[in-house]
């Protein structure tokens, strides 16, 4: 809205004097006029006393300040967020729930309860949560005694009929009803309060409208990974595309949350989010009568013969003292079916079977639980397991200055591993002369140009480790070997520190090339904590993200427990960290409660690092004490650790190739849902010589025959990290074994053709090991964020909370016109043609 106002019109004095002043000067003019008729023509006074008048209408009009005025009214409406869980324990039908909690439910969807009984609703809820029954019929409702005991038998038996329709519901049933259906439906109430936004999630998140929200419900699209919850997905205002700011996020779930690694690291994602959270707690807190296998711990490869085992952990609730049958079996053969009978003797059991590592090739095994009667769900008493049995052996070279305690413990775990085959290089070791030569060659042979890998010392290996040796027992021309096994010939290097040498003393263009770190710095543990116990002293290790996806770095194949056994290992009193470089990646970092983690902190404090050279990959490991994680446990997990890392160095190599290339999916198994990445890696002087070369990635089912069309194909392009390395990734693959093949343009790879595996297979979730509805985990969340815990029969509170998040704002500008140049231009234009009109006529 815009409007003039004139400043002046407030002094009434200043007012009176303007208009005198104003009339004294048209008279002057008009007097001045009749005075000039006499001299000049009547056109030209006529044109003389207009200017003269204009010029003293604006003078005028500038001493009564006139000032533009506008007024804008800004209206900022909030976003609400509403979520639906859809993962498969929202799926869940809570016949296990009390009364208390159905009674909940039934007010909730309103099939029962106005505004007249509201009252009396309340005081059988507070009975039903106090676990007693409800008084049915009062004495001012039915003075008879037998009156009222028939009213209360008729109302028992409606709310007992009605609740057993409820328990049928699934719980992601329930919550639709309370968003969208009913006169009453938390959508509507929040219409004209604020923008509300409609989002559903699993292991990931869609938005979704009013007309979609049922049907994505009832049947959520396969991206979604129903097989898992991540409840940050449901919270994140990353994935939304609204400009609203967030009033607030209002959360249908039952709280489980198996994506991420522990609940801290949850809420500490939580607590950097811009609005409150208001979780809707769906479901019941009872532990449902239910059979279900939870986390299984197996090894993915194995070598023929190889003694492997499938641990278990199955829930048992309500079956206690029950006995169990449970069954492991190769898919489609029922005949290698193995059976066991457990007791279930509390509301878990373990149990352990043997895995067939004799034949050769990939098994699926299936592992079940036979059904019991009373069981909320049987969906989730079988899970799929995938083994792959390989033919063949690690081969080792442990390259080592002295004899310290972690080469000691590694060469004792590695010899004592049939698959692992290992040589020792010990350059200074004690020698009495009683023997013909030291128990360990003290000696590489290393030529003085490295050239034909046949002559290498080191070609023979699939993985050379090297501890704390000097430079002068390795020269620069077995480092110039090393580095043509890694880069030519696709080799493994681990490199490993050491107080006395290495790398602190080497001055070598090379050991800077390999080394994943720059900088390395020492990191000694705090006086202090010497003296506490040997779990607790020293610093700790803490898994990235890319290093938890890493086989060899694999504890457990839950990666919740896998977390919680690296944040226990003992410490380490001594160490070198440094940061990668730009083309490394970070697998572990030096831990510090104190400080803020993040991909910064972890670039800076590697501990365990690795990066590609090449053909081949380099692993920097930044202490000297893995056999410290022996304390109390023996092998299990310094034996696991260099056992999968050898065995994870092996499978490098062994990938497919040729001498101008190395070829394969980053990871030969994934789960469904997860990137396929795949990578070639060229031999330098092949690429040079073929400068225009365009690869990409066929993909085929592994039983497709040559006259078969592949079924995707995926572009290699050129990395960030090294032009001689391409790479593309697949999406969205359906379970089962594939043939990939590495086509190539504009360059002779010969005849034989380059081709890989991958496995896609399901994937295995603790989303139906527990049911019950995790109260705690959303408490916590509500109280991080500043919000609230709503209980179904509560929804109708939750309008309230957002009646004034529509702010409403008015914007006020003015400009003064009496003080602008184009009134002060205007005046002067035409006192400056009544100048000249007067001089052109000869007018004094």
Known sequence: M?????NAFGDAAWTILLVSAALAAVICIVLLYRYERRLVQRRLGWTLISLRLAAVASVFLVLLEPVLTWTIDNTRTGRVLIAVDVSESMSTADKQAVKAERFRWLRALDLIGNNAVDAQLDRWQEAFDRNEEPEWATDEEARDPQERLELAAVRRQQIEELMQGVERLPRKEIARRIISAGPRALQTELKGLALTELRVFAGASEPVDEQTLAAQIDTPDKPLRTDMSDL????????????????GIILFTDGRDNAAIDA?????RVRSLPAPVYPVMMGSEQRPRDLAIGELESPEMVYQNDAAVLKAQLRTPGF???ALTVTLELVDRPESRQTQTVTATGRSVSVEFPLDATALGRHRYVLRILPQPGETREDNNERLLTLNVVDDSAKVLLVEGAARWEFRFLDNALIRDPRVHVDQVLFQQPYLGVLPETFFPQTLAVPDDPAPASESPFSEYDVVIIGDVSPSDLPASAWAALEQFVRDEGGTLVLTAGKQHFPQRFDSPVVARLLPIEKPRVVEDAAPHQVAPPAARGFHLMLTPEGARQDFLQFDSDPQTNATIWNALPGHAWGLTGRVKPSATVFAARR????QRGLEFDRNHAVIAHQHAGAGQVLWIGIDSTWRWRHRVGDQYHHRFWGQLVRWAAK????AGNEHVRFGPDRPEITVGEPALFRARWNPSFLNQFPNLKAQAAIYHVEDGPEVAPLRKIALDPSDRARFIHEGQATALEPGEYRVELQVENADMGEDTVAAELIVVE????????????RGLLEQIAQATGGRLFLPDEVHEIPELFANVTQHESTRGEVPLWSHWIVLAVCFTLLTIEWVLRKINGLP
């Open 320 to 322: 206690e003292g029950s």
């Open 763 to 774: 994937k295995m979730t603790s989303e139906l090991a527990e049911l019950s509805a995790d």
């Open 592 to 595: 510090n409660d104190n400080e």
């Open 2 to 6: 815009q409007r003039f106002t004139f």
């Open 232 to 247: 940050f997905a449901g919270m994140s205002p990353a994935a939304s595309t609204s400009e609203a700011p967030l009033a």
């Open 264 to 268: 801290e690291r949850l809420l500490a």
């Open 652 to 655: 490098f190599r062994a990938s």
